[in-house]
């Protein structure tokens, strides 16, 4: 399995992204992060090359799968356009950005911010309807049916 690449910073990013905001700021800079917002102060994003070669960015959001049942890690995601999407560690991932929320750069950061916590959302919502069907399947199994339809 190759790894993504990190982005080069003379590449043009998305979202008003500086290439500053995907370097540290070290504990010497006095800058801050703001813990509280993202995955404990940073977000993930991904450059994915999808079907037919179109290229789109992907805000991660809910880790999912890994490698106790032998998949590889995937993550709950959602476009820049909010549709929800799942990705992987394959070759469709090109690059691979983690952007810091320095306090300082906060308000600049807003639409990735509400892109991450919107996805968020999304991505519970995916994981509690597939759980909820899991587990009225095994009630049922446990009933002795062997064939029903889902009731939603």
Do not use: C
């Not at 799968?65 to 090109?94: E, Q």
Request: proline content about 4%; glycine content about 12%; charged content about 25%.
């Amino acid at each position: 399995m190759r790894k993504a690449t990190k982005i080069p910073t003379t590449e043009i990013l998305p979202l008003g992204l500086l290439p500053s905001d995907l370097e540290h700021p070290g504990y010497r800079s006095g800058e801050k992060l703001a813990y509280e917002i993202g995955d404990h102060g940073f977000i993930k994003l991904y450059q994915v090359e999808g079907r037919k070669g179109v290229v789109y960015w992907v805000v991660a959001t809910l880790a999912i799968g890994g490698s106790a049942r032998g998949y590889a890690m995937r993550t709950y995601g959602v476009t820049l356009d909010g549709t929800s999407v799942r990705v992987g560690a394959g070759p469709h991932v090109k690059r691979t950005a983690t952007v810091y929320m320095r306090e300082s750069r906060v308000a600049a950061l807003a639409p990735l911010i509400k892109l991450y916590d919107e996805g968020m959302l999304k991505s519970h919502q995916i994981r509690d309807r597939i759980s909820s069907r899991r587990a009225e399947g095994v009630q049922r199994r446990m009933n002795g049916e062997t064939y029903w339809r889902w009731s939603s």
